[in-house]
């Protein structure tokens, strides 16, 4: 293995070799987080112009491997609860907080989704692990109502455990342009109230300059209108921009947001009873 230290910048899902698990450092989970990628074809159902994912292709991920999936599993828990990967492999203190669905692509989308949620559960139990770490659903939402998502997650309502659902904006067109699909207003209301009738969710927003750009208050005042009936049951809006250069072929210009700019956009957002994270 190399003796990389894994830090927040250091996101390469590569540095070590595993087909569905891998190790970072996340900011926004504080501490060191095991990846779960069930999206191993790089398929997503959505194609959003400021994707990190290299070759992303539009579709479903490919049939998993599940006991090579629960193999890798149990190497890293072991590695990271038995062995010293922690204190070899990343900063002093780094604490293991999540395991996290984020792959390239929409995990949800996997047929054998509730199979690998079994797997999870199994493990947790077996490293003790269910009061110590958190189970993170990283996703687009677009599946969240669907009865087999909704019967996964429950297996795991003992256990901590967030939503992470993907809003950049509610404008129809700024939806075609940004995600790349058609969504209706009716449609992201319905896959939200999923998400918050199941588990704590946090909206988890990236916004950028497009052609020199920022949103508009228009779409912005869409956003606010639209969260403001949820506004106690969201239990928070991570706003963050690109952390690195979009891998998706565009016409169009895209440029991070500096921390000031996202403050700018914070403070509109606080009209809403929801705490806002900034992750710049
Ligand atoms: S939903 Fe996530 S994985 Fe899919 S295209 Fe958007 S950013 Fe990429």
Same mark, same amino acid.
Not at 46 to 68: A, D
Not at 170 to 176: E, G, L, S, T
Not at 197 to 226: A, D, M, R, W
């Given at each position: 293995m190399p003796?990389d230290?894994l830090?927040?910048?250091?996101?390469d899902r590569n540095i070590f070799q595993g087909?569905?698990i891998y190790p970072?450092? %996340?900011?926004?989970?504080?501490?060191?987080?095991?990846?779960?990628?069930?999206?191993?074809?790089?398929?997503?159902?959505?194609?959003?112009?400021?994707?990190?994912?290299?070759?992303?292709?539009?579709?479903?991920?490919?049939? =998993?491997?599940?006991?090579?999936?629960?193999?890798?599993?149990?190497?890293w828990?072991?590695q @990271?609860?038995?062995?010293?990967f922690?204190?070899?492999y990343?900063?002093?203190?780094?604490?293991?907080?999540?395991?996290?669905?984020?792959? *390239?692509?929409?995990?949800?989308?996997?047929?054998?989704?509730?199979?690998?949620?079994?797997?999870?559960?199994?493990?947790?139990?077996?490293?003790? &692990?269910?009061? /110590? =770490?958190?189970?993170?659903?990283?996703?687009?939402?677009?599946?969240?109502?669907?009865?087999?998502?909704?019967?996964?997650?429950?297996?795991?309502?003992?256990?901590?455990?967030?939503?992470?659902?993907? @809003?950049?904006?509610?404008?129809?067109?700024? @939806?075609?342009?940004?995600?790349?699909? *058609?969504? %209706?207003?009716?449609?992201?209301?319905?896959?939200?109230?999923?998400?918050?009738?199941?588990?704590?969710?946090?909206?988890?927003?990236?916004?950028?300059?497009?052609?020199?750009?920022?949103?508009?208050?228009?779409? &912005?005042?869409?956003?606010?209108?639209? &969260?403001?009936?949820?506004?106690? /049951?969201?239990?928070?809006?991570?706003?963050?921009?690109?952390?690195?250069?979009?891998?998706?072929?565009?016409?169009?210009?895209?440029?991070?947001?500096?921390?000031?700019?996202?403050?700018?956009?914070?403070?509109?957002?606080?009209?809403?009873?929801?705490?806002?994270? =900034?992750?710049?």
């Amino acid at each position: 293995m190399p003796i990389d230290i894994l830090t927040i910048t250091k996101h390469d899902r590569n540095i070590f070799q595993g087909k569905y698990i891998y190790p970072v450092v %996340s900011r926004r989970a504080g501490g060191l987080s095991l990846g779960i990628n069930l999206n191993t074809n790089s398929a997503c159902n959505w194609q959003c112009i400021y994707c990190e994912v290299p070759n992303l292709v539009r579709g479903k991920p490919e049939p =998993i491997n599940l006991q090579e999936l629960e193999n890798e599993l149990d190497y890293w828990l072991d590695q @990271i609860i038995n062995q010293s990967f922690l204190s070899q492999y990343t900063k002093s203190q780094t604490e293991f907080k999540d395991i996290a669905f984020s792959g *390239n692509g929409e995990p949800t989308a996997s047929k054998q989704f509730k199979d690998v949620v079994g797997i999870l559960i199994k493990k947790i139990s077996e490293y003790r &692990l269910d009061q /110590k =770490i958190t189970i993170r659903l990283i996703t687009n939402g677009s599946y969240m109502s669907n009865i087999v998502i909704q019967e996964s997650l429950s297996l795991i309502r003992n256990i901590n455990r967030e939503i992470w659902f993907k @809003i950049d904006s509610v404008n129809k067109a700024d @939806i075609r342009t940004v995600n790349q699909v *058609n969504l %209706s207003l009716v449609t992201i209301k319905k896959n939200l109230e999923a998400a918050l009738n199941n588990s704590p969710t946090i909206i988890q927003t990236c916004f950028f300059k497009l052609n020199e750009k920022l949103p508009s208050s228009e779409s &912005l005042g869409e956003y606010i209108n639209f &969260l403001k009936p949820y506004e106690n /049951k969201i239990k928070g809006i991570h706003l963050y921009s690109l952390a690195r250069l979009s891998e998706q072929p565009s016409k169009n210009k895209l440029r991070r947001l500096t921390k000031s700019e996202l403050e700018v956009i914070a403070s509109k957002i606080k009209v809403l009873k929801i705490p806002v994270y =900034i992750f710049s």
